[in-house]
């Protein structure tokens, strides 16, 4: 069975971290792109981050120096660390594979004071 497990959310301060982890059961991560997108409550879901099977990295601008999207393949996972956080990276994040219509149910972040 195909699940997605994201985990790591919470509620940060402004200038606060937290690491997203995303863990993949049912079939192998490393043979997939993956993205990280965040849906903030009331909006459309946004492409934040990206990592290719061979570790090449992207970012939305609006992210790029704060965000770090990384893969360990040996424990089918990907990660998000982000850092700087603003009030308005608050959101539900979620993880994808490239060509696959797998989604998990996504992490709450939320930075306020």
């Known amino acids: 069975q195909v699940q997605l497990v994201e985990s790591g959310g919470g509620l940060v301060q402004p200038g606060g971290s937290l690491r997203l982890s995303c863990t993949a059961s049912g079939f192998a991560l490393s043979a997939y792109d993956m993205n990280w997108y965040r849906q903030p409550r009331g909006n459309e879901r946004e492409l934040v981050a990206h990592i290719t099977e061979g570790g090449r990295t992207d970012y939305v601008q609006s992210v790029k120096g704060r965000f770090t999207i990384s893969r360990d393949n040996a424990k089918n996972t990907v990660y998000l660390q982000m850092n700087s956080l603003k009030p308005e990276d608050t959101a539900v994040y979620f993880c994808?594979?490239?060509?696959?219509?797998?989604w998990g149910q996504g992490t709450q972040v939320t930075v306020s004071s």
């Open positions: 994808k594979p490239i060509g696959r219509p797998y």
